[in-house]
């Protein structure tokens, strides 16, 4: 028997607190709360970021098509996706930290969200970050790693969170990446068999990065679990073994409305075809509580290949590119490009101390950050 798909709340406050909550079912277990799909919420902070868990473990889910049902094997069973796209508040923050301590950018990266008039109308620092390259976003994930590891007063120090993105395939500390300009090809990861630079989804270290590929598809494609499909087949399938109802490719993640039970229009979950960025979280949220999926910025992951794309959509493109099955082209050759679609939404992996224990060293990341960005 397939196992339902388990999806725990990491809620990060001003940064990224790390909370979990119990698994969603929609099949009418009364001890099971329904998604949270809600069009007028925002996250109690404006500035905040916030994750949720999504539990792999077992989970078999729609991938690159709408007829075989595939998996995540990481071995340590779930990965921290975040709630909402990096703002600029946090970019600023970290980055200029960064320059001092041994990290260099792209020159000119990383503005406060885009409008087409070339000013900052309407701008400010809750909009997402964007200008930014595929290389930038690997830099800024290892300085925020190293930003948390140097202002955790609270925790022990035997306990930091690893790097991630390394430059050789030995993964030594001399090797962690710190500079854009300085990427040649994929950057190497820590896995249970070994150190790759293929298929981020088996990565082991607990520091930031960005999704791969099969992790933000399965955020983007998870509907819920039902006993009665609730919708028709063009919208969703749904696994008979399991309940687990998945988008189809040609959807947008979170266009259900299953509050009211009906379809939103893509304005409603998607910020597209406009003259600028908006705020993270302006629109409603797709079944995992996950804002801007659809729309706002085209966000950056790794394929199993190794590969840079971006999915999602942008602000400045039409509703169509916000389906799920819609990527952009390959960014890895591209030397340092960037655009004002391009934006980062953060992923991590569970710290692996964690599974055995009570309180895991996640609840402790959320208490450190939350003193770190008071």
Known sequence: MKAVLKVQLIILV??????????????????????????????????????????????????????????????????FIAKCELNFKIWKTVIDWAMINGYTFTDGCGTMGYNNNGTT????????????????????????????????????????LDFVFYSDSSCDLEDIIKNASAISGNPYFKTGGGNINTNLSLCISDGFRICSEREWIMAARWVGNYTVKPAADEIMSMDSDTGNCWYKQTQMSGIYDSENNRLFQPGEIGVFDQDSTSSIASKAANQL???????????????????????????????????????SSDYTNLNFYYNRANGIRLAKSPSRDALNSDLSIDSQVQQNLNDMFK
């Open 14 to 79: 001003f940064c990224f607190v790390l909370l979990a909550c119990p698994p969603i079912n929609n099949g009418g277990d009364n001890n099971t709360p329904t998604p949270e799909v809600n069009p007028n919420s925002t996250p109690a902070l404006p500035l905040s970021v916030q994750f949720k868990e999504v539990v792999t473990d077992n989970v078999e889910f729609l991938y690159q098509n709408d007829s075989f049902y595939e998996t995540i094997d990481n071995e340590l069973g779930s990965f």
């Open 121 to 160: 109308e309407g701008l400010d620092d809750s909009h997402p970050v964007t200008y930014i390259s595929w290389r930038d976003a690997i830099v800024f994930s290892n300085a925020l790693t190293d930003y948390y590891n140097k202002h955790n007063d609270n925790y022990s120090k035997n306990q930091d």
């Open 289 to 327: 509580g996950l804002y801007d999926m659809a729309g706002n910025c085209d966000e950056f992951i790794f394929t199993d290949g190794g590969g840079s794309y971006a999915k999602g959509g942008a602000w400045m493109f039409v509703s169509d590119t916000g389906r799920i099955s819609r990527t």
